[in-house]
Structures are given as structure tokens and as C-alpha cells.
């Protein structure tokens, strides 16, 4: 299978504890990008980046949000301290210039 | 503040027939704009894009129609068959943003009736 993948596909943690995702893209993609969806909304844009530089930063991404791809193949998404608000569908996604395929996204429950 | 919206929560069709879907928005520096599909427990899939030098684009039983003064685009699905059943999202990006991140609307929920 040489699509995106994601790991894990579920993840329940309690409030206060630190969870890492991580992303494999398809592997001739430069770009990778980490979206959040919540239920009846589409993908909100976290962050880009370009091999493995973060280029990009929405100002939904808080300071307990840290994202990594070190060698500018997978990328990894840590939330520090989590929060009930964290609850959501973090899709991961890559692309060349077109198109972004996106991976089946890992769903987090924070009780 | 929405740049791209769906106002149509759902949408239900008889297989067979055509399904409409549409979207607007705001945001006149959108240059692409793509139709992504996704099913339960999975990611959304790519459909189609168009690009902003264009009006019609299409593909199989899928076009995408734009319309850049009126700031709308909607995505015809024919002959609509119960596989397509799924959630619809439109999505945009800014030329001038290097990133090419998208803006996503909120989703169509298509349900084609047997």
C-alpha cells in the first residue's frame, strides 16, 4: 500500500496527558500537511511542511501542539497536556503540487 | 469567518439521477478548487479540481462546474449511483499562498437512494 498512513487510528487518553501521532506519507511527496476535523465541520488546516522544514502555523496550533518531520519523510504530531477541547479526527496529508492525498487520520478522545 | 461554505447539510437522490452539490465562497484570491469524498472511519479521498482559468472540468460521471463572478462552484454527480453515498467537501487555495494549504467547507452528506 503505498498511500498515506497514519498511527494509531484510535487513541483515548485522559485530561493532562501527552499523546504523539505519527504520519508516513506517500514517499516521493515533499509537502506533508496535519489538518483537525471535528464532527460536522470539514478539515481545519494545523500546520505544513516542506521536506522537513515547518513552514506554516495556524493560530489553532497552541503551544502544547509540536509537529516534527526530522528527515523530511514521516512527520510526528505531539499534544502536550491534553484537553477535552483536543477530542477530534487529526487527518495528516501529503502532496507534490496538485492534489493532497490524505491518510484515514487518527481519532483522539479525551476524557 | 467562512470562505467556503456548504449550505446544504444533505442531500438525497434516487440512483440514477443527478446529484447536485454545491458551494460559495468569499475569498477572490481562491485559484483551485477541489471536490474531496469521504466515507465513515476513513480519510477524504480526492475527486476532482478545477482550476480558476477554467469553467467545466470532468471526469467519469463527476463535473465541476465554476462559476468565478457569481463566487460558486458545484460538483454533478450523473448517473448517481448508492456507492456514492458518502460526505462531499469542497475545498480552496490561495494562489499567492506557497504553502497551498486548503480552506475546507463544512461537508454535504449525499445519501443515493436504491
Known amino acids: 500500500d503505498t498511500g498515506v498512513s497514519q498511527n494509531p487510528r484510535h487513541k483515548i487518553t485522559k485530561r493532562g496527558q501527552n499523546v504523539t501521532f505519527r504520519c508516513d506519507p506517500i514517499?516521493?511527496?515533499?509537502?506533508l500537511y496535519w489538518y483537525r476535523q471535528t464532527l460536522g465541520q470539514g478539515p481545519e488546516f494545523l500546520t505544513y511542511?516542506?521536506?522537513?522544514?515547518?513552514?506554516?502555523k495556524s493560530r489553532l496550533l497552541s503551544d502544547r501542539f509540536s509537529a516534527e518531520r526530522p528527515k523530511g519523510s514521516f512527520s510526528t504530531l505531539e499534544i502536550q497536556r491534553t484537553e477535552q477541547g483536543d477530542s477530534a479526527m487529526y487527518l495528516c496529508?501529503?502532496?507534490?503540487?496538485?492534489?493532497?492525498?490524505f491518510g484515514p487520520g487518527t481519532r483522539l478522545t479525551v476524557l | 469567518d467562512q470562505q467556503v461554505k456548504q449550505n446544504s447539510p444533505s442531500l438525497s437522490v434516487q440512483e440514477g439521477r443527478i446529484s447536485i452539490l454545491n458551494c460559495d465562497y468569499t475569498?477572490?484570491?481562491?485559484?483551485?478548487f477541489l471536490w474531496y469524498k469521504k466515507y465513515p472511519a476513513e480519510g477524504p479521498t480526492f475527486l476532482i479540481s478545477?482550476?480558476?482559468?477554467?469553467d467545466k472540468n470532468e471526469d467519469g460521471r463527476f463535473t465541476v462546474f465554476l462559476n468565478k463572478s457569481a463566487k460558486h462552484l458545484s460538483l454533478h454527480i450523473v448517473p448517481s449511483q448508492p456507492g456514492d453515498s458518502a460526505v462531499y467537501f469542497c475545498a480552496a487555495r490561495e494562489g499567492r499562498d506557497s504553502s497551498y494549504k486548503l480552506i475546507f467547507g463544512s461537508g454535504t452528506r449525499l445519501l443515493v437512494r436504491p
Open positions: 511542511f516542506q521536506n522537513e522544514a515547518q513552514l506554516e
Open positions: 496529508a501529503s502532496s507534490l503540487q496538485g492534489e493532497q492525498f
Open positions: 478545477i482550476s480558476s482559468i477554467k
Open positions: 475569498n477572490s484570491m481562491f485559484d483551485y
Open positions: 514517499s516521493e511527496h515533499n509537502r
